[in-house]
């Protein structure tokens, strides 16, 4: 049976060589580690999504280094999106390799949205990011376009990505700077879409999954620090070295999409549970 992999990366914080986020963490080496976890896989997934603050201000410098550490990943389709981290404009500049998606045709100035085929299914990115906020927002423009992407795409399997859950996460800091405008209206525009397997995000470094319009919504564990998992309203705004991650998110032909969380890293392992003759190991 063919399956499509798509997996899903997010929330890298990357910056300029040496440099730490937040006076304390440099996060290269654990995409390094994440993209070496991805090149052990022992099925090569058909593309790559990270879904937003590839950065963690926007700089060229940074957008540098993001390339250099990917790199590894060679001729795997990566597809890029903006969190509320990065700079749309420098995002363009620093990969104009991958004009033909980012720069969309909202214009150069404009939104980064686009539509895309990875194997059986389509992925559908969809940006929140208001300039200059952390908040995100989608405005009737961009939600015009997904419907109208979507009527396009009615016969296949959609996947939507997305930078800022439109869901109440319940960790109070987060929840104050999440989707603030648009979240009904998406989930009223992906309930009419039966075929929308599932919308992706990132922005809360944990794995969060939670029903929406008719299919899952969740995001992914970040590469490197991790949201505080603290339910208060009142939560303060921390973060962790919990263990990082990413998503797989599998598509047999014909079939449903599974979704399987990996844990970044090397690990001791394969071992076997039985013996040569198939008695299981005393």
Excluded: K
């Amino acid at each position: 049976m063919t399956t499509t992999l798509l997996l899903q990366l997010s929330d890298l914080h990357i910056r300029e060589p040496g440099r730490l986020a937040y006076g304390r963490i440099n996060t290269a080496p654990y995409l390094q580690q994440a993209v070496q976890s991805i090149t052990r896989l022992p099925q090569r997934p058909d593309a790559v999504v990270i879904t937003g603050d590839l950065t963690d201000f926007g700089r060229a410098a940074e957008y540098d280094h993001l390339r250099a550490l990917l790199a590894p990943l060679g001729s795997m389709p990566i597809y890029l999106l903006p969190g509320n981290h990065d700079d749309r404009s420098q995002l363009r500049a620093s990969f104009p390799e991958h004009a033909h998606y980012l720069g969309n045709h909202l214009g150069h100035d404009g939104f980064v949205q686009y539509s895309v085929p990875v194997g059986d299914l389509q992925l559908i990115a969809l940006d929140t990011v208001v300039p200059g906020a952390s908040t995100g927002s989608l405005c009737a423009q961009r939600l015009a376009w997904l419907e109208a992407e979507l009527e396009r795409q009615s016969h296949r399997p959609v996947v939507i990505a997305m930078h800022h859950p439109p869901f109440q996460t319940l960790i109070g800091h987060m929840d104050h700077i999440g989707l603030l405008e648009g979240a009904q209206a998406l989930e009223a525009i992906v309930a009419r879409h039966p075929n929308v397997e599932r919308v992706i995000c990132g922005h809360l470094h944990r794995s969060i999954q939670v029903r929406f319009g008719g299919t899952i919504a969740s995001t992914v564990p970040a590469p490197a620090h991790q949201v505080s998992l603290d339910l208060s309203p009142q939560a303060a705004s921390t973060w962790m070295l919990e263990p990082p991650g990413f998503a797989i998110h599998a598509l047999p032909r014909g079939a449903r999409m599974v979704s399987h969380l990996a844990a970044s890293g090397a690990f001791e392992g394969p071992f076997p549970f039985h013996e040569p003759d198939g008695q299981l190991i005393d």
